[in-house]
Structures are given as structure tokens and as C-alpha cells.
């Protein structure tokens, strides 16, 4: 499935694509990570990885899975390259997951953000998500914020 928007378009991505984004994404520096980060954690998992491109240009990414919760799917690593942030990509990703997550049978949806990331979490609180957790771990700004919605189903005309 692929869908098209005005200046960019959302499609299944590789792990090589979702690494390629995340290595462009200054959030994430300090987290080196290799080909194996995706694909160790996404193997014999129902996942989606999407990312979002502009002519070829990859412009940010979302991926996820089915947790151990039932009926509950995680979406565990996002983010938009900062030169095309405000552009509606992230909320495009979102919801093209949020919509597959809908279609495949799931009923909630979850993400862990950082308390030192509050455009992440103000993100998912314009999304619809709650604040359901906070998990000490590190100092004050690396606290874990777990993030929860139900996911609505789509009615068809």
C-alpha cells in the first residue's frame, strides 16, 4: 500500500531506508546503531516500516510492531530529517501506521518518548494519545513517557 500526498509520498521502506533516516535525525545521535538494529527487532514480527520521500528523497521514517500486548501494536521509532519538519510528514506517517494497525485487527496503539523530547510528546497528545506511564531510568530528562490511544475504526461509505 502507498499513499500519495500533495508533496510527498508514504511506502513500505527496507531496513537499509529506515537506517539511512534515522542516522540523519540529530535526536538520535550518540545511538549508533547498524542494519541490525531493524532488522534483529522487527524479524518474526508482524511490523510495518514506512517512510515518507519527496523525488527519491527519503524525508523521515515510522516504524513498528505487534507488542506482547494483545491487540496492541507498538510504534517504536520515528522521526523526520529537521530540514523537512512542519511539513505534515510525521502526521502522515502516523497515520497511514495507525490506519494499517486499524486494518490488521488492533485496538490500541502505544509509543515511549523521552521527557527531554516535548515536541514528541505534544506530538501524540494533538494525536489523541495519553500519558499512561513514567519510567525512571537515567536523570530527570531521559524518564521514559509512555504514550497510549485506542485506535478508532474507519467507517466506510
Do not use: C
Amino acid at each position: 500500500m502507498t499513499k500519495i500526498h500533495l508533496k510527498f509520498t508514504v511506502r513500505e521502506a527496507s531496513p537499509a531506508e529506515l537506517l539511512w533516516v534515522h542516522e540523519r535525525i540529530p535526536e538520535f545521535s550518540g545511538n549508533e546503531v547498524g542494519l541490525d538494529f531493524y532488522v534483529d527487532r522487527l524479524k518474526n514480527r508482524l511490523h510495518l516500516a514506512l517512510v515518507a520521500e519527496k523525488q527519491g528523497e527519503l524525508l523521515g521514517f515510522k516504524v513498528g510492531y505487534e507488542s506482547d500486548e494483545p491487540e496492541t501494536f507498538y510504534s517504536w521509532m520515528g522521526g523526520v530529517r529537521p530540514e523537512f519538519r512542519k511539513r505534515g510528514i510525521a502526521e502522515a506517517l502516523a497515520e497511514f501506521q495507525e490506519d494499517w494497525a486499524t486494518e490488521k485487527g488492533f485496538k490500541s496503539v502505544f509509543f515511549k518518548t523521552r521527557n527531554r523530547l516535548p515536541p514528541m510528546i505534544n506530538f501524540g497528545l494533538s494525536r489523541g494519545f495519553k500519558i499512561v506511564k513514567v519510567i525512571r531510568k537515567g536523570g530527570l530528562d531521559d524518564y521514559r513517557i509512555v504514550m497510549w490511544k485506542e485506535l478508532s475504526e474507519k467507517i466506510e461509505n
